[in-house]
């Protein structure tokens, strides 16, 4: 594994602590406590599966109810798929640390991650939670970092200092989930905090705006796993003028640079992706429409052909082509199209482009981070997804994951 | 590579050559012509991929002009995303088929399968249409069988002689594909004769129904490769009453020994998956619609995270359980749902199943054939479909096609 080698800036009013509560077999950290100052605000989006995990149920209800004071994360058991118990267990847990940290058990978020269909073990997640607390600090972002970790090989931070109109804004964020050949079964975990003074509309419309162009840039049309779950939470404590109006100058800046993170957070999942050894980023120009162009995307970016064969670093357009056709978008004029890869003209006229040559298709193909690019060539919108290519060890790794 | 071991039916007025026309690098025969009795009947289904093939552009457009007297087939090239000279050589194809046979080229269908974009080596096929029409035979069904695989390990056929209203009636059919893992990229073909004397529009609805209860099990939402195709002929040799109406019991007995050689075919394809070492069956009971309960079946079906647990042998039934989850249906209620596998009920009322033991899922899982059973518990529509594990061999086998 991997040490961060990021440096994060803490955050004003947000304190961060770890332990090892033996949740995880392997002895490694798998309890996260934030706490985060009086006055906080957060804003946080959860997954759209059905059989949505218990902790996302309990956080939403709490979120509906009260100002978070606190996050709680467990790495290693997911408290899916566990029926009343696990409800109860999550509401447990978030009593536990309200006690300790004397605020109201709704006003404590519960997250979990790991393996689906076990209860979470009480015993463990009782005495570690003083633990935790224990280690509160404004610097232990690194340590909760590797706390929400699973499968991930690489821990995933960022972190950043901005000018919004001229006062200094902090931002880090922490993410975990690597399960991405099929991204939307695999559970990905993002905390984002800044100092920034924002309303909570405008803080909304922030989190909002920047989930859609960074981890549902990896998600297949909203399908998630049963804990996916992002926060964004601003603790007011930045010296700077409120930012209330989402058409101002400093909320632009801002949205952009939190949009910014959340797509470093999100792209590190996929180049940490199960197995992964390419970083591909599929982009698709001259749509009619968004959905039209994430369809394509999707097809392509989804193709266990096409993975297998970026696996190989074998040029096999033919591949991509047949992707590109069965995405339902209606009325494509095939001829019309153009796929690239890298600059790489491949496809043109409904064929083989005349200028390709094998070599220059193996060129780009034997880079790490290859862009496939299609141009419909009948409208104007352009949308991005990124992914992984699928390799001997997503098997591997998914085959063995219990063991 | 398996030989053919099961006895084929000679069809009266089917005849079949093959050769080695050398379009495959491995010297295997891929040349196949299937010459048809004047009088026989012909329909075929194609792929809704809108970067559809030549060949199947010219096998629609010849259907839609005359009654088929001959199906030319080459494997080892699928003469997709080749523009306007793959047209060209498709029709260049049925032309010389013609010449030989004394018909005109619109009776001829063509049929390619194997490596995308790469145009048809026509001298090779010009040499070998003779050598194919020399061979021409009514047993010469186990060659064709042979003569159209590509990745296929084992060669797939059915046989059988079937009592038609008191009337003896012969069926025999062929089929090939492997790619299963996200089978609406693999090529399927298959290529099924009877002697039945029988109306072309019963024919038609014969073939549709058929069609559609076996080769669209094992594929995605009407979702297919560039040159998916299957077509069905009756000589109307057979000594028997005409089957002219859909409601007469003929009709029936006919329909369903179609339908039931296209599934075995069908399940042949799945067994000879791509590295394929389990056969699933992925049933979804009790649901309001067939669309929702395909939109389960698939998602369930092409988890990647739930293949690799079913190669692993690992009765992994939170995975199954987050594939229900994000399927997509609206208002599903997760309390009433039940997960089988086999028959050990794995999970109700939202999660594990009180009765479930690890030991118990590990005996169903540890079996080559598993069936995965979702009662949805909230209408009367049932469907199923068929799909395979995913291993390290399919990663190998196509990641390492072309080379």
């Avoid at 332990?19 to 985060?36: M, R, S, T």
């Avoid at 309303?199 to 049963?226: E, H, M, P, Y």
């Avoid at 991005?384 to 001997?392: E, G, K």
Wanted: aromatic share 4%; with cysteine; proline share 3%.
């Amino acid at each position: 594994m991997s040490e961060l080698t990021v440096e994060m800036h803490p955050i004003s009013g947000v304190y961060l602590g770890t332990c090892a509560a033996n949740i995880k077999k392997n002895g490694q950290p798998d309890l996260v406590i934030i706490e985060l100052a009086q006055g906080s605000l957060t804003e946080a989006t959860f997954t759209q599966n059905a059989f949505c995990a218990a902790p996302v149920t309990v956080a939403k209800q709490a979120l509906a109810e009260a100002n978070p004071r606190a996050l709680v994360i467990n790495s290693g058991n997911a408290n899916a798929g566990t029926g009343k118990q696990g409800m109860i267990d999550a509401e447990q847990t978030c009593t536990w640390v309200a006690a300790e940290l004397g605020c109201n058990p709704n006003e404590v978020l519960p997250f979990s991650t790991g393996v689906i269909g076990e209860n979470l073990p009480m015993d463990k997640l009782q005495s570690g939670i003083p633990e935790a607390l224990a280690n509160l600090s404004i610097m232990g972002w690194p340590q909760a970092c590797e706390g929400i970790m699973t499968t991930d090989l690489v821990p995933k931070a960022v972190s950043r200092e901005v000018m919004v109109e001229g006062h200094s804004v902090m931002i880090s964020g922490i993410s975990k989930g690597s399960g991405m050949i099929h991204p939307n079964m695999a559970t990905m975990l993002g905390f984002v905090a800044t100092d920034a003074k924002i309303t909570q509309s405008c803080l909304q419309q922030c989190l909002s705006d920047a989930v859609n162009v960074s981890f549902n840039r990896i998600t297949v049309d909203g399908d998630t796993s049963t804990n996916d779950a992002c926060t964004l939470t601003a603790t007011q404590q930045a010296d700077m003028p409120v930012i209330d109006s989402q058409d101002s100058k400093a909320y632009q800046d801002f949205s952009k640079a939190i949009s910014e993170v959340m797509t470093e957070l999100a792209q590190m999942i996929i180049r940490d992706g199960e197995g992964a050894t390419k970083f591909v980023t599929v982009l698709v120009e001259g749509g009619e429409d968004s959905e039209e162009c994430l369809k394509v995307a999707h097809a392509v970016a989804l193709s266990p052909l096409v993975k297998t064969a970026l696996f190989a670093s074998d040029p096999n357009w033919g591949r991509i082509l047949a992707a590109v056709g069965r995405a339902g978008v209606s009325n494509l004029d095939i001829d019309a199209i153009k796929l690239f890869l890298g600059d790489v003209c491949i496809v043109e006229n409904g064929g083989r482009a005349d200028s390709y040559t094998e070599e220059a298709g193996q060129a780009v193909m034997d880079q790490t981070d290859i862009t496939i690019t299609i141009q419909l060539n009948r409208g104007k919108v352009t949308e991005v997804v990124w992914t992984t290519d699928f390799s001997y060890d997503y098997v591997k790794i998914n085959a063995e994951y219990r063991s």
